[in-house]
């Protein structure tokens, strides 16, 4: 018994070195937006189109040659990949780079962190699910936190663009669903499966909004080795490692330890960009955290969500 805890311990604590690992990833997002956006003629649509059908070309190509059986699904499977195609990348990769473009790294994964928050009010919504006291109290932190770090701390007066300021809370309901629909489907599949077929429908899906849309190709080779990295360090591996630890981790403890993700893209914005956030939009992000570590959190302490059980070691 106690060989079997040690093993439950030891596999929870890699995979939520995976989750922080998958989040330093992501946290370069912002700086690749800024400076390809910054270096090139790509919008901020246009770019998320073409990350997205590069990652799916090079999955597609990848698993062609190492292992073609990983292209099948279950039909029955095929309306959660394209909902979360659709919602969880394209609809996620449009809102978040415009927010990136309008407000900035720091602030836009700020307010992103309120994911967990969305997720509750949705389930609320959607399945009836009881707001609890605790629930409302980390609500509370979450919406004083964002209230913060968007710097209106005096009613008409904005210290970003409140347009962006929806498009992070856009892109943070659409990022929520990554987490509930992958979930769902990573007992059953691979990572590299799942990451194929929802950047596929995700890339589907911004075709329609990239029609008309200037060609940026042949681009310069700085740009060039910056949509490399931006394809292969921040979106797939990045998504690969946070997939995986769904299968072994609870669906609270991957969203209480993605937040660490606030911290790396503000040191990472502040080292490559110069951004800096102040005192108050540090204290709002600290709030946000707290309020989605309440929100995941029940009373005895262990996780709760959905399908939260831990899985049998074998």
Not at 89 to 118: K, L
Not at 264 to 269: K, M, P
Request: proline letters at 4%.
């Amino acid at each position: 018994m106690a060989l079997v805890n040690r093993k439950i311990i030891t596999s929870r604590f890699f995979n939520i070195l995976l989750v922080i690992t998958a989040t330093i990833c992501w946290s370069t997002s912002g700086i690749f937006i800024k400076l390809i956006i910054r270096q090139s003629s790509l919008s901020a649509v246009g770019l998320a189109f073409w990350r997205d059908l590069a990652t799916t070309m090079l999955l597609l190509a990848g698993m062609l040659i190492i292992k073609p059986q990983f292209l099948l699904v279950k039909k029955k499977d095929l309306p959660w990949l394209i909902g979360m195609g659709v919602i969880s990348i394209g609809v996620f990769h449009v809102f978040w780079n415009q927010s990136v473009v309008m407000i900035g790294p720091s602030v836009a994964t700020a307010v992103q962190g309120n994911t967990p928050i969305v997720v509750t009010i949705i389930a609320w919504f959607l399945f009836g699910e009881r707001i609890t006291s605790r629930k409302m109290i980390a609500m509370i932190l979450a919406a004083t936190g964002t209230i913060l770090v968007s710097g209106m701390r005096i009613v008409g007066e904005w210290k970003i663009a409140p347009i962006g300021l929806l498009f992070a809370l856009g892109s943070a309901i659409a990022y929520g669903t990554l987490t509930l629909f992958g979930k769902k489907l990573s007992s059953d599949y691979s990572p590299w499966t799942i990451m194929l077929y929802i950047f596929g429908f995700g890339t589907l899906t911004l075709f329609t909004v990239q029609l008309g849309s200037p060609d940026p190709w042949p681009a310069e080779v700085n740009v060039l080795l910056l949509f490399v990295g931006f394809v292969l360090f921040t979106t797939i591996i990045g998504f690969a490692l946070y997939t995986s630890s769904l299968k072994f981790l609870p669906a609270g403890v991957a969203a209480i330890t993605a937040t660490s993700e606030i911290f790396f893209a503000s040191l990472l914005a502040y080292i490559f960009l110069g951004e800096r956030m102040d005192m108050w939009q540090v204290i709002g992000s600290v709030l946000i955290i707290f309020g989605v570590v309440l929100v995941s959190l029940t009373k005895d302490g262990q996780t709760n969500s959905v399908n939260d059980r831990e899985p049998e070691q074998s």
